[in-house]
């Protein structure tokens, strides 16, 4: 059965078939044919305020549901403003389908209104790109984009489209099989391997596991608790892991890495088997890789191959998808698992002794003040209304590692932040998508006063759609990462990362129409944040915070993960 | 180091562009490449000599047989193959000087493709170091004009001896299909 429709329309079709239910987007000249038939389809459209965070709201989406986040954006400048969106989504591997306009296809090469090679410009930024120049090879490209956005590790796909092809009119036949002869998925999981993997798991005296994103990705959370429990291992989550193992899980240490707790370097740097699964040995976690889990024999699961040995060797490798890989090693550990728990009971108990000590030497703790609000303490009042529960979305600085140790997080898919690529300005629109997503879930954008002024913009939007979301600026009035590195590289020149000139909220939010409150002390705290979980709608909210306070502990850049800066060298900055 | 990739990947616009573009990105420049039609006309051969660091080159081929074009990459560089490049060479040559390089042109086991007044058309094929000595043998004679093509390889080994297009079965999953 077929019958004849315009590419805009075929193009929807498929988007429904992929249960596509809300795009975020801005229209422009070629998409024209598209937002024509979007005017009155089921899809909702969103209208962000720029393409850029119409990409990073799609991500915030596709976090918060593990479905595939879309994007759509005109020709050119459209298709320009959504890359960083795209390398974020590709550098924290999360399913975004973009959908750009491109030129008539008899223009293309012309140097035609808007045109821009977006296929060459975000062949890198993406997992996989698509030109379309042919109708009848739409709905095939749609669903290879979405198969390929989805499965394996996940990632952006871009699918250009020109406009004769939207306008175009074609028979549509459903399509029903994907056919990509190149792209190849490891999804199973060397038997053999996982069989050893168990074996080294039992023998390992110190073992330690280390979850990432994967781990959110494969939904296999369960899996991993079920693993940690039966090991009784020590278990750290990377900052995209986080609520991978439920932050209140008794296993579970904290967040390793240049921010992470002392506790959970120091378990790294001690163990004598490291448990990878899902992660990527990013630098930011393992600080100089030389003095990274010196002691250790590494097992490392993880379904890119490409990430196997790239930058630590690995004892045992183990492709595939480390939600079917935990399940098979679950089984085979638990085989042995009366006896073997017997027999290394009191290994674990002497570890897990080793961790508590560290825990109890130098504990992550909010610091508080009678007379200003210390950062910390914002993130310890967030956590409390959030139990565990909130979707928080965080922007990028010193409130996301802030927010990232001392909010918990008891699901996966509640933390959303760009960890990868680092991107200002992620926070507020990746809070809309998470929100779009999960209306019925509380959700908090923490930013800094630097990031929220680059997504300034957005606001409209959250007033457009009414979008529940509760904006926390954690305000210090500097780019206070940048800060911090000056003060203890740069002698403390503090350069060009005063912020000056901060709108008064109060103001701004009158101006488009959201309640919004300056909170100036600790007392005033939680009746704020009260009042903005009461607002049925968004809330803005700006938090003056102590100004020089900076975030540890700190494992300097290429320094090793056990010799972490614990606390500020003296004196910490000198106020004008 | 230099190191030789073939690869095999969908003869599709851009699938080229993927591959430099992993190169290029790492700031590696390819020394030579060449890339055509398999007897599957879907497909495409490529063989790529690359400078690459040594340590990074199983990552560089992970990296290769991740893109989505790509169904196969290997490289070459160790274990038995074959590695040749055809060179297309001009000499402008004095009326003297034509017998000895026709001699000379035996000698490298070349064919003289055109021959006029102003001196030969010569193609010889080869690996690269032959090549070159050709081509300097040749200058001694006159004002030459060199094209080469960059080398095209193929491997020896039992296991990579395909006689039609190797088309990597999907391990694991098997083709996907739209709900």
């Given amino acids: 059965m077929s019958n004849l429709m315009n590419g805009a329309r075929i193009l929807l079709e498929c988007l429904v078939r992929e249960n596509v239910d809300c795009i975020f987007g801005y229209p422009g000249g070629v998409t024209l044919p598209l937002y024509d038939v979007l005017y009155d389809h089921p899809i909702r459209h969103v209208l962000v305020r720029h393409e850029e965070n119409a990409a990073f709201a799609a991500s915030g989406y596709a976090h918060a549901t593990g479905k595939a986040g879309v994007c759509c954006a005109t020709s050119g400048p459209g298709a320009t403003n959504l890359t960083t969106g795209l390398v974020d989504a590709m550098m924290d591997s999360i399913p975004v389908v973009a959908l750009t306009g491109q030129v008539t296809s008899k223009l293309i090469g012309t140097d035609a209104f808007q045109e821009a090679d977006t296929f060459g410009i975000t062949r890198s930024c993406t997992k996989h790109n698509f030109l379309v120049k042919d109708i009848n090879e739409l709905a095939q490209t749609i669903h290879e984009a979405f198969y390929i956005a989805t499965t394996g590790r996940p990632g952006p796909v871009l699918v250009d489209i020109t406009k004769d092809v939207l306008q175009g009119q074609a028979h549509y036949t459903p399509v029903h099989e994907i ?60 900052l995209m892991g986080l609520g991978g193992l439920p932050s209140s899980h008794p296993n579970f240490v904290s967040m390793p890495g240049m921010h ?42 993880d379904i890119d191959p490409a990430e196997i040995g790239k930058n630590r060797a690995v004892d045992l490798p183990i492709v595939g998808d480390v939600k079917k890989v935990l399940t098979k090693l679950n089984r085979h550990l638990k085989e042995f698992a009366p006896t073997m728990q017997e027999e290394r009971a009191a290994d674990r108990a002497e570890w897990w002794q080793t961790v508590r000590n560290w825990k109890e030497e130098h504990p992550l703790q909010p610091v508080f003040s009678a007379t200003e609000i210390k950062p910390q303490h914002l993130m310890y009042e967030i956590d409390r209304i959030s139990g565990g529960k909130a979707i928080v979305a965080s922007d990028v600085g010193q409130h996301q590692m802030w927010a990232a140790q001392f909010i918990r997080f008891d699901e996966p898919r509640l933390w959303v932040n760009s960890g990868g690529l680092g991107s200002m300005g992620y926070g507020l629109p990746s809070a809309m998508g998470a929100q779009m997503a999960c209306p019925d879930k509380t959700v908090f954008a923490i930013v800094g006063d630097g990031g929220f002024q680059m997504a300034l913009p957005e606001l409209a939007t959250l007033v457009n759609y009414g979008l529940n979301v509760k904006v926390i600026i954690m305000n210090n009035g500097y780019l206070g990462m940048v800060r911090q590195w000056q003060e203890l590289f740069y002698n403390n020149r503090k350069s060009a990362v005063e912020l000056s000139a901060f709108p008064n909220i109060e103001h701004l939010g009158a101006a488009y129409g959201i309640k919004s409150r300056i909170v100036h002390t600790p007392a005033e705290l939680q009746a704020g944040l009260k009042e903005a979980m009461e607002e049925n709608g968004p809330y803005l909210m700006d938090v003056r915070v102590s100004q020089y306070e900076n975030v540890y502990p700190m494992v300097p850049a290429g320094g090793a993960i056990n010799e972490m800066v614990l606390a500020p060298p003296q004196p910490v900055a000198v106020p004008k | 180091m230099l190191v030789t990739l073939s690869i095999l990947l969908e003869n599709k616009p851009g699938a080229l562009m993927r591959v430099t573009g992993l190169l290029s990105q790492r700031g590696y420049n390819i020394e030579s490449l060449t890339v055509a039609r398999t007897l599957d006309p879907t497909l495409s051969r490529m063989t790529i000599v690359v400078d690459v660091e040594t340590r990074l080159r199983p990552h560089l081929l992970k990296q290769m047989n991740r893109l989505i074009n790509c169904l196969q990459a290997n490289d070459l560089t160790e274990g038995p193959n074959v590695v040749r490049e055809l060179v297309l060479l001009r000499v402008r040559a004095a009326q003297e000087n034509r017998t000895a390089i026709l001699k000379e042109a035996e000698i490298f086991g070349a064919r003289v493709v055109d021959s006029s007044v102003e001196g030969f058309a010569l193609e010889a094929t080869g690996d690269g170091e032959k090549l070159d000595e050709f081509v300097a043998v040749m200058a001694t004679y006159g004002e030459i004009e060199v094209t080469r093509s960059g080398a095209v390889a193929v491997s020896l080994e039992p296991k990579k001896l395909r006689l039609s297009p190797p088309v990597p079965k999907a391990q694991g999953e098997p083709a996907g299909t739209v709900k």
């Avoid at chain 1, 038997?191 to 494969?218: K, S, T």
């Avoid at chain 1, 296999?220 to 429990?229: C, F, I, M, Y």
């Avoid at chain 1, 004598?272 to 990274?292: K, P, Q, S």
């Fill in chain 1, 260 to 301: 992470g707790s002392y506790a959970a370097n120091m378990g790294m740097y001690e163990c004598d088997l490291l448990i990878a699964l899902g992660v990527r040995f990013d630098d930011r976690v393992t600080g100089r890789l030389a003095a990274f889990a010196p002691h250790a024999k590494v097992i490392h699961v």
């Fill in chain 1, 179 to 238: 056919h990509l002869p190149g792209y190849k998925l490891v999804t199973e999981g060397h038997a053999g391997q996982i069989r050893r993997a168990a074996q080294m798991m039992w023998e390992a005296r110190r073992p330690y596991v280390y979850a990432g994103g994967g781990i959110i990705a494969a939904g296999a959370s369960g899996e991993l608790q079920d693993l940690v429990e039966t090991l009784d291992a020590p278990t750290v989550c990377t």
